[in-house]
């Protein structure tokens, strides 16, 4: 049996640590050449450090895999062009990317200043924009094929207490995914979404994750190493959720809604409040 990522390249970024290592790792082991991009900084984006990534790569190669460190900030249009030529520079292509990279800054919305609001936009927003259209410039000039995963999360489908900032800017991901897959299908190029609920560093704090151990980023992986091989077959916009055992999926629904003929179609808003139920009853 042939394994899933045999010969594909893979630039996994956020990727020293959670998620992002879980994914890489299991790349790995199919068969992928990896590219493990990661800052080496904290949860909250300070610091940094090379050797989180090269930990990664050190694994890999251990367990009889192909992988090479990068520490680009791929936030910035350099560093996500870098990011994508190590993998050509390393391993001749890429083929496959991952939008995993990510941090926390979390305060309720009348304690967020604009500092922790602008830091979590530019790290999960502007390196999903810049490494996907670096990608995808390449990937077009090869004469297009390849497959990319961006990162939303269940705050940014739903909101959740504390996260403004963050369910922002995966809410941001999420619109993103939808309309590059838009743009990108006629190139052979699946966009999709993973929403992962995974306990990682980013996240052991929080308190739905006390005392569970079930939730993990190998649950996780799965979902994503689907998405990037040709079992998901032309698949692309979705954003598949992946909690412990529970695989599902989001998806953004518009009601029946309520059609007035009367006075030219115009409602008023005693009207409106009226029709309040039907208007919104999917």
């Known amino acids: 049996m042939s ?6 390249v893979c630039v996994v970024t956020g990727a020293g640590g959670g998620l992002g290592r879980a994914y890489a790792k299991l790349f790995a082991s199919e068969g992928a050449r990896v590219v493990v991009n ?4 904290a949860r909250d984006g300070s610091a940094d450090g090379p050797s989180a990534a090269q930990t990664v790569v050190d694994e890999i190669v251990a367990a009889g895999g192909q992988a090479v460190a990068d520490t680009s900030d791929v936030a910035s249009a350099d560093g996500a062009a870098r990011v994508i030529q190590t993998a050509i520079d390393s391993f001749g292509d ?3 990317l991952v939008n995993n990279a990510g941090i926390l800054r979390d305060k309720t919305l009348l304690k967020l200043d ?3 609001f602008d830091a979590v936009m530019r790290v999960h927003v502007k390196s999903t924009f810049f490494c996907t259209q670096a990608f995808a410039k390449h990937r077009v000039a090869k004469g297009g094929g390849g497959r990319i995963v961006n990162t939303s999360s269940v705050s940014g489908m739903l909101g959740n207490f504390g996260q403004a900032n963050y369910a922002a800017a995966k809410a941001a991901i999420y619109g993103f995914t939808r309309t590059a897959s838009i743009e990108l299908q ?3 190029i699946t966009v999709n979404c993973i929403a992962p609920i995974a306990k990682t560093r980013m996240t052991e704090n ?3 994750f006390a005392n569970i151990e079930s939730l993990t980023p190998e649950h996780v992986a799965p979902a994503v190493l689907f998405l990037v091989s040709e079992l998901s077959g032309e698949k692309t916009g979705w954003v598949l959720a992946a909690a412990g055992a529970r695989m599902y999926a989001f998806r953004v629904v518009e009601t029946a809604g309520r059609f007035k003929e009367e006075t030219g179609g115009i409602w008023t808003p005693s009207e409106i409040a009226e029709h309040w139920d039907s208007i919104v009853k999917i």
């Open 94 to 96: 890429v083929h496959v």
């Open 38 to 41: 990661d800052l080496g900084g």
């Open 3 to 8: 394994s899933l990522l045999t010969e594909t």
């Open 186 to 188: 006629k190139h052979r």
């Open 206 to 208: 929080l308190p739905m």
């Open 114 to 116: 604009e500092e922790a």
